[in-house]
């Protein structure tokens, strides 16, 4: 793979050409950054940015006045090639707080193990209605151990308004939701997104993730996407780095509370 190639498709296909990922969002493009502007339960934030040294503080500021009129917490997304180079420091001093660090994999589908099946007594269900979504939200609050109610609003309104744009799963032990994950797709790009992998305390390490990641990209190929896309975090980049995944870069989430 041509990492600088295919980072700068990335950045101009997913960033610079973001497309809202909820029927109740838009994509909005002022003053050098591209954000999304959603419902207070959405996601809000800026996900791409050409700035220079001169003007960085100045376009900084204009999205927090924005976002606060609004009464909005938002997110600058901020990956590890982005300019000026000092620009995560920049937002710590504007009174963002940085999220842990990530790295962004990407794979061709073409060239990843797809023969992943989930360990024995395990099955995968596909997530297509409410109750679904609750099984979701459920193992999402147990795996990382945060409210599910913002990721429950989001995933039911993307399979009711937009389903064409939308695969989630949950992994099933018995009746028992065990693990889940959805994978976001964008029409007219040639990049599906990896998202909310988690596997609750007890099912970690027995190839369920792996499973998951294995169905996703089963679904990718039927609908003629060639790249995957995760913000991977410490815990899952060694899995998929075994897969067939490769780091490209780093990217941190800036949160701003107004």
Do not use: C
Request: no cysteine; aromatic share 8%; hydrophobic share 40%.
């Amino acid at each position: 793979m041509d990492h600088a190639a295919v980072l700068a498709l990335f950045d101009r296909d997913m960033r610079e050409g973001a497309q809202p990922d909820s029927p109740d969002a838009r994509v909005e493009r002022v003053g050098g950054v591209v954000r999304q502007v959603s419902s207070a339960r959405g996601w809000n934030g800026v996900v791409w940015s050409d700035l220079e040294e001169t003007n960085a503080d100045e376009v900084i500021a204009g999205q927090i006045a924005y976002f606060s009129g609004l009464g909005r917490r938002f997110e600058w997304k901020l990956y590890g090639h982005d300019l000026p180079v000092d620009l995560g420091e920049r937002l710590r001093g504007a009174g963002f707080t940085a999220e842990p660090e990530e790295t962004l994999m990407i794979a061709e589908v073409a060239a990843l193990d797809l023969d992943a099946r989930p360990p024995e007594g395990v099955r995968l269900l596909p997530v297509t209605d409410a109750a679904g979504v609750d099984l979701v939200a459920d193992v999402h609050e147990k795996a990382f151990g945060t409210d599910g109610s913002r990721l429950r609003h989001q995933l039911l309104a993307r399979l009711t308004g937009e389903p064409d744009t939308i695969v989630a799963v949950v992994a099933l032990a018995g009746d028992e939701p065990v693990s889940a994950a959805r994978m976001e797709l964008v029409p007219g790009t040639r990049f599906a997104g990896l998202w909310g992998g988690g596997t609750v305390e007890g099912w970690r390490g027995r190839g369920v993730y792996r499973a998951l990641v294995a169905h996703r990209a089963r679904a990718a190929v039927e609908r003629g996407y060639r790249y995957l896309q995760v913000d991977a975090s410490s815990q899952s980049r060694p899995i998929l780095e075994r897969l067939g995944f490769e780091p490209l870069t780093t990217t941190t989430p800036y949160t701003y509370m107004p």
